[in-house]
């Protein structure tokens, strides 16, 4: 069986991302657009993630979400993770945990 690999991003403003619907700005976005994406607030910080699946060009998503937000600014947190966690980064080690 083989798992979808997702492309983690964090999304940073100095400026608020509350209260600009980011997430579900994205996702009507992706959505139009034909983008795979899942969407999630950082746990503990000012912090948006989106994933995409892995090997897509997240230039579509960064061009759009700085034309909402001119200050964001858009990193690659993390590649290759099957389903993904979004909200807590640490959850998507796997060796963290027994079954």
Do not use: C
Not at 17 to 27: F, P, Y
Request: net charge neutral; proline share 7%; glycine share 6%.
């Amino acid at each position: 069986m083989n798992l979808l690999l997702w492309d983690i991003y964090d999304i940073r403003s100095p400026s608020s991302l509350q209260g600009v619907m980011l997430r579900g700005r994205l996702r009507k976005f992706a959505n139009q657009h034909g983008v795979n994406l899942l969407t999630e607030n950082e746990e503990n910080g000012p912090i948006v993630r989106f994933a995409l699946l892995a090997g897509t060009d997240p230039a579509p998503m960064t061009t759009f979400i700085i034309s909402l937000i001119p200050t964001a600014t858009i990193e690659l947190a993390r590649q290759n993770i099957p389903n993904p966690v979004l909200s807590k980064l640490q959850v998507n080690i796997d060796e963290r945990y027994t079954i």
